[in-house]
């Protein structure tokens, strides 16, 4: 049964990745036939198809195996991408950490006093409307006054944007609880502590295992933001950016880059739902 | 039963969100004694209180005015010394626990060891006729079983008094039937007081010892009817003292709604 539906997820995964190469394929291909317009019409494509826009696919991943230099060594592509992912897995692993301490705490504390949800919640939605490009810098000054490494610098920045889902699915999972759930702890006299444990943190695991795994690709998209706006010499945010101004002549790099962005995306997705797998084992088994 | 009151409720007053402009008085002059060892069933037309009432006796909400006493103190020392187990309508299991661990629930809160847990988990499942169900999960048994696993985890700590709000009143009509049988072995095993909250008439003549008729708006009590039908079986629904105890109740009902 397991393992079934681990071969219908891969041919899944498989089928939809040929999908979206032939769609890039015979897009581009379409595209040079008819000289970057609609067949048959006098209307330009949206984007156009030659070789620095929209480079092949198998030169995008065959420029993961060329060999690049980095520094005064040289290796592989792949190789260079998964060094400078580890950097950006780091800041976003500590952003991730802090966002959910952060994000579960103020949770708690919302449906701890009605009071501070009425106070809390309208600045935990306002937050959210601030630019990240605008604060990066304001965060990273701040930071270098107080003497802190630049990695941690992103790393608040990725925790702004993950403390975010797991406050608000955090306190909507804490008050997930019916009533006669609420009211038999209290005929338990169980205190709010107790309550907390036994009852609101276990019901509030559904509501919050979709929230962390939007709070993983945030965390990734928050260091990569951040590394481009300080300008920080490792992470893929500062490949993406070299790759970027140098487009024109290595197009095959900055997707190659992207790939990898996305790549670490779908890690850290994965690690996600392992986790949700762990602490969620014994309602999977009933839903099987 | 003995001579010593359970519960007693002196000239008590509920109001809610009192001195706001939705304030409801919820209940008004409320005078019940219940001796140890009564079944006593609260009915009613909906909106008489008769929740609020059993949520008073286990100390969920608090009297406006008056005193509610369970054994002898305070409704909120009883629930502080887990005098009495709560069953509600919807069973309350918690989804993520094993049958077994639901029942533990109230142990573990009071500090038991594991196997003493284990123990007292395995007799109750006994009593409530379910000795092989301890491994599922809540979702994986029907709506009669999850009562039951209810019913099971309000009796685990063995309390001298037992609150049922509309306990099987989402249960169809034969399962109910069967509950109420249940329920009843399972009152004389214990000598468990109960305080019964049903809105039905054939269910209250069937259990009760005594049938506290409410009237709504302020809830009041308007009659106390007294039920004897004894050792009480399957048959027990065909003999003509359940019909004329039951009629006796609903023409209470009847006059409570021409009260109205």
Known sequence: ?288 | MSEKNAVSINDVDKIFNETRDDEVTALSNIDLTIKEGEFVSLIGPSGCGKSTLLRLIGDLLEPTQGSVEVFGKSAHQARIDQDYGMVFQHAGLFDWRRVSANIELPLELHGWSKSDRATRSQEMLDLVKLPDFGGYYPRQLSGGMQQRVSIARALSFKPKLLLMDEPFGALDEMTREHMQIELLRIWEETGTTVVFVTHSIPEAAFLSNRVVVLSPRPGQVHSVIDVDLGQRTESTRQDPKFFAAATEIREALRAVEEQE
């Open chain 1, 1 to 288: 049964m397991k393992t079934a539906k681990a071969t219908r997820v891969f041919f899944t995964v498989v089928f939809v990745i040929i999908f979206l190469v032939l769609l890039w394929e015979g897009y581009k291909w379409m595209g040079q036939q008819n000289d970057d317009h609609w067949p048959g019409t006098n209307f330009g494509l949206p984007i156009a198809t030659n070789d620095t826009i929209m480079p092949h696919f198998v030169d995008v991943v065959g420029e993961l195996t060329a060999e690049i230099r980095d520094g005064r060594s040289s290796m592989p592509m792949y190789a260079f991408l998964l060094k400078k992912a580890w950097f950006t897995f780091q800041e976003a692993a500590i952003g991730f950490i802090l966002g959910l301490t952060i994000g579960m705490g103020l949770a708690v504390l919302m449906s701890r006093w009605k009071i501070s949800e009425r106070g809390l919640l309208p600045w935990i939605n306002v937050s959210q409307t601030i630019p990240l490009i605008a604060l990066a810098p304001v965060v990273v000054t701040w930071g270098r006054n107080q003497g802190l490494p630049d990695l941690f610098s992103i790393s608040l920045i990725s925790t702004y944007l993950t403390f975010f889902p797991v406050a608000v699915s955090g306190l909507r999972g804490l008050q997930s609880p019916d009533a006669a759930h609420v009211e038999l702890m209290h005929s338990y006299a169980a205190s709010w502590r107790t309550t907390l444990f036994k009852l609101r943190l276990p019901a509030a695991r559904p509501y919050l295992f979709p929230a962390l795994k939007l709070a993983g690709s945030l965390s990734i998209v928050g260091a990569i933001v951040g590394e481009i706006s300080i300008g920080r010499k490792t992470g893929l945010g500062r490949a993406i950016l070299e790759y970027a101004l140098r487009y024109a002549i290595f197009p095959e790099r900055l997707y190659a880059s992207v790939i990898g962005a996305a790549f670490l995306g779908l890690m850290v997705f994965g690690m996600i739902n392992l986790a949700e797998r762990f602490f969620m084992r014994r309602t999977r088994e009933v839903a099987s």
